[in-house]
């Protein structure tokens, strides 16, 4: 009975994958050290980032009175990781047993949460940058628009695209029977689909928005560098840092979706054995980005421990929504300055132009 499950399983994953290389109809699955790696990053990840970030939201919800529009998004941030650590013990499970036994819905359910967590938190990377871009550009503008409506309309919108742009794992994860255990893989019924769902994956959650951030942040970066401006520099830290620290995590990733891309479309059974092996490993890393905003926050309001106790987040908080207005009545000082030496300039060519009128009627 066991062998006719066993081939049974195989010949579903074969028939699947029957125009993939022979190297990629095998599911590589993470045994002896590297399993090891990634329960103990998989554990580090709950253990700090779950009470972590309930700690953020409860601070947020309860401790603030007023919730600025950058609360909110920190809010949304600390929600999309959350709900992705819900899903460690379903893999920390798999990792120790080496196989899934939760079946296919749960297989498919755990993969979509982590892929909509991914997507919700690159996006409201992206929001935050292209809020304190408008600030600095545009200032008037940034302040008309900045409302707590208009925040959350833009918010419910980057968690239905997020939605919307997590159903391939709906697609492509399932459950097939390995060596007589059910195992939760990805299934593609070509080459060209796994192409296809790495490269969407890798485009729309990471280069896509962070060209954008990248972009954001060297305009104003130029704009305030000649410019003697002061702001607190913890909390501006603290959302560069934010960005850095998601970066990194996701970066090993993205580059492994790639690997086994091109090892696909070059044949070289060598570059998709190198991703499929290091893939869980980059991911456990990509799932431990969930729990490192609390860290963020606890060294950056560390001088607010001690004044504010458990309100210390709080304090950060506020000192963050506050830098934003910042870089808006700064923007709005340049610009008025600005508008101030141009009126200025032209009143002086009216002043000297009767004057050139009168020396030409001398002359002639």
């Given at each position: 009975m066991a062998e006719t499950t066993t081939v049974i399983g195989l010949t579903t994953i074969l028939s699947v994958n029957s125009s993939f290389s022979n190297s990629t109809k095998t599911p590589h699955l993470s045994t002896g050290v590297s399993a090891k790696i990634g329960i103990l990053i998989l554990l580090i990840a709950f253990?700090?980032?779950?009470?972590?970030?309930?700690?953020?939201?409860?601070?947020?919800?309860?401790?603030?009175?007023?919730?600025?529009?950058?609360?909110?998004?920190?809010?949304?941030?600390?929600?999309?990781?959350?709900?992705?650590?819900?899903?460690?013990?379903?893999?920390?499970?798999?990792?120790?047993?080496?196989?899934?036994?939760?079946?296919?819905?749960?297989?498919?359910?755990c993969h979509y949460v982590s892929c909509l967590s991914m997507y919700t938190s690159i996006f409201l990377i992206m929001f935050m940058s292209m809020d304190r871009f408008l600030a600095v550009a545009k200032p008037y503008t940034s302040q008309k628009l900045r409302t707590k409506k208009t925040v959350?309309?833009?918010?419910?919108?980057?968690?239905?695209?997020?939605?919307?742009?997590?159903?391939?794992?709906?697609?492509?994860?399932?459950?097939?029977?390995?060596?007589?255990?059910?195992?939760?893989?990805?299934?593609?019924?070509?080459?060209?689909?796994?192409?296809?769902?790495?490269?969407f994956?890798?485009?729309?959650?990471?280069?896509?928005?962070?060209?954008?951030?990248?972009?954001?942040?060297?305009?104003?970066?130029?704009?305030?560098r000649t410019a003697k401006f002061q702001t607190k520099q913890k909390t501006s830290r603290l959302v560069i840092m934010i960005i850095v620290t998601f970066a990194l995590f996701w970066l090993p990733y993205q580059i492994v979706n790639m690997l086994q891309v091109s090892g696909e479309i070059f044949s070289s059974p060598s570059?998709?054995?190198?991703?499929?092996a290091a893939r869980p490993n980059v991911t456990a890393l990509a799932f431990f980005s969930s729990s490192a905003n609390p860290i963020l926050y606890v060294f950056a309001g560390g001088n607010f421990i001690k004044t504010a106790g458990v309100g210390f987040m709080a304090k950060l908080f506020e000192g963050a929504a506050s830098e934003t207005s910042s870089f808006r009545k700064f923007s709005q000082v340049l610009r008025q300055r600005s508008h101030t030496e141009s009126v200025e300039l032209e009143k002086c060519f009216e002043q000297t132009e009767p004057s050139k009128n009168m020396l030409s009627n001398q002359t002639h």
């Open positions: 253990i700090i980032g779950f009470p972590g970030n309930a700690f953020v939201i409860w601070t947020i919800l309860k401790q603030m009175k007023k919730r600025t529009v950058t609360c909110l998004l920190i809010l949304h941030l600390a929600m999309a990781d959350i709900i992705v650590l819900l899903t460690a013990p379903f893999f920390l499970h798999l990792l120790s047993t080496g196989y899934w036994r939760f079946g296919k819905i749960i297989c498919k359910m959350r309309v833009i918010v419910a919108l980057i968690w239905i695209l997020a939605s919307l742009f997590a159903t391939t794992m709906f697609v492509y994860r399932g459950v097939i029977v390995w060596k007589d255990r059910p195992q939760c893989i990805a299934l593609h019924q070509s080459t060209n689909h796994m192409v296809f769902q790495y490269t994956e890798t485009l729309t959650g990471f280069v896509i928005p962070f060209t954008i951030v990248v972009f954001c942040y060297v305009y104003i970066g130029l704009r305030l570059l998709t054995n190198a991703a499929k």
